[in-house]
């Protein structure tokens, strides 16, 4: 079946810096989306690409998908305490309507 | 976007008993999912409810262990049955395809989460 693999689990920071969290599809995917998840909160969702090379930007956050369509990643420029959370790369797949959801990488902000 | 209400929030559950959860949307919507995140993990599907008939439950989730109804658009349940400690996880519910909304772009809304321990 379909797997998405996301890199790293874990990262900490110091605020103000950069951060990017990379997501692998082991399948081409027909789009890509981003969900935060706060501690103790619930997944919410960020952004959604489609398109073989698209970026999208958000503030603070960039978000690419790869020209195969297998990879995507998320950049957030200058981090901050609110930025604190786990960020989830979602593949859907060609074939069928169902998400595939990374593991996630859990940012943690030192102020 | 969409309001997902879930209940029990959180509930201490005895080993062998059953427990049920609901998901009401303020929304009518096509697609309902019911999600396990185990701590510290990512989310894994157990299964599509399906409006008026059987859900649809993903490799490794049974409808013995984890029966769901969906008896109209806003409304669904998830019953965790004969609980282990290995059923110990937050238990999401999540809606797609909000109808009557203008543009739907595949984004999944989730409730706030069932958070199920069992002793």
């Known amino acids: 079946g379909q797997q998405v693999m996301q890199i790293p689990q874990y990262q900490h920071v110091q605020e103000g810096e950069d951060f990017t969290t990379y997501c692998n599809s082991s399948t081409t995917l027909s789009n890509i989306q981003w969900y935060k998840q706060r501690p103790g909160g619930h997944p919410v969702f960020l952004i959604q690409l489609v398109k073989s090379g698209e970026v999208k930007k958000q503030k603070r956050l960039t978000f690419q998908f790869g020209e195969a369509k297998k990879n995507s990643s998320l950049h957030i420029t200058a981090t901050q305490t609110t930025d604190v959370g786990t960020y989830f790369c979602?593949?859907?797949?060609?074939?069928?309507?169902?998400?595939?959801f990374g593991k996630g990488t859990l940012l943690t902000v030192n102020p | 976007s969409a309001v997902i209400s879930q209940k029990p929030s959180r509930d201490i559950c005895q080993r062998g008993t059953s427990l049920t959860i609901q998901c009401q949307v303020d929304s009518q919507v096509t697609m309902m999912f019911w999600y396990r995140q185990q701590p510290g993990q990512s989310l894994t599907l157990i299964a599509t409810?399906?409006?008026?008939?059987?859900?649809?439950?993903e490799s490794g989730f049974v409808i013995d262990k984890f029966p769901i109804s969906r008896p109209n658009l806003t409304f669904s349940t998830l019953t965790v049955s004969n609980m282990s400690p290995e059923d110990s996880s937050i238990y999401l519910c999540?809606?797609?395809?909000?109808?009557?909304?203008?543009?739907?772009?595949?984004?999944?809304?989730f409730g706030e989460g069932s958070r199920l321990t069992v002793l």
């Open positions: 999540s809606v797609e395809d909000i109808q009557g909304r203008a543009t739907n772009t595949g984004e999944l809304f």
């Open positions: 979602a593949g859907r797949q060609s074939s069928n309507y169902k998400l595939t």
């Open positions: 409810a399906n409006q008026g008939s059987e859900a649809t439950y």
